[in-house]
């Protein structure tokens, strides 16, 4: 069974930061929170990962609570292209085993 | 970045034959790759897990003389569907393991299959 939980759907104004939160209350000390986008019939795309820090890259911000129980990824400006499934994961980080198992995850529209 | 590449990436079959779906990791090494398979308007569902060199390991309910899994090298997985039906028309994506990547996870474009 996944271990994160996320809203079914977000709506977003083009050119508006999204903000696509995700509950892990189980989260283990050795877990890292994984983000994936997946846009219609194509394999997904990784986004960003952390641990504990917030993290940034050239697509998103990653900011994850204290207390590692929540986390929320943040497009800065989004587009429509940004439209997309959006998957948040744990999973043992630098790990050769650690599988991925998905959630629902979260339909962002993001719309004119 | 790294990547993975499946072939075909579309196929459409006639009832009872089988079908062949290759994994590629293109500039890297898998130790383990993993398949998924995923319905219309539906999360991925992990299938099975295979390691280079020994048996796919399958997730609960999926039924390992159906869906066979060969990882005979360190770049190439392949599914086969065998005896294929109209229920087993689906998306299926693999994933690889980047062992010399810090076990980094990848993608592939995904395949899908329409079975007549």
């Known amino acids: ?112 | 970045g790294a990547v993975v590449s499946q072939h075909p990436s579309w196929v459409i079959c006639k009832s009872g034959t089988s079908v062949k779906i290759e994994c590629r990791s293109l500039d890297f090494q898998a130790t383990t790759m993993f398949w998924y398979r995923q319905f219309p308007k539906q999360s991925l569902m992990l299938m099975a897990t295979s390691n280079e060199g020994s048996k796919a390991t399958y997730e609960q309910g999926v039924e390992k003389d159906k869906f066979l899994i060969n990882h005979a090298s360190l770049t190439l997985s392949t599914l086969t569907v065998t005896s294929a039906h109209p229920e087993d028309s689906s998306f299926y994506i693999c994933s690889a393991i980047a062992g010399d990547k810090n076990g980094e996870l990848f993608f592939g474009e995904g395949s899908r299959l329409t079975v007549l």
């Open chain 1, 1 to 112: 069974d996944a271990k994160t939980t996320q809203p079914t759907s977000m709506d977003c104004a083009e050119g508006r930061a999204a903000n696509l939160p995700c509950n892990h209350s189980t989260i283990s000390g050795n877990e890292y929170v994984y983000w994936y986008r997946q846009i219609h019939s194509q394999g997904p795309q990784y986004i960003i990962h952390g641990l504990k820090n917030n993290e940034t890259n050239e697509m998103a911000s990653l900011i994850i609570t204290e207390d590692r129980k929540s986390s929320t990824l943040i497009l800065p400006h989004a587009t429509l292209r940004d439209t997309a499934v959006y998957y948040c994961i744990v999973r043992p980080g630098s790990s050769n085993t650690g599988k991925l198992i998905f959630g629902q995850g979260t339909t962002l529209q993001v719309k004119p």
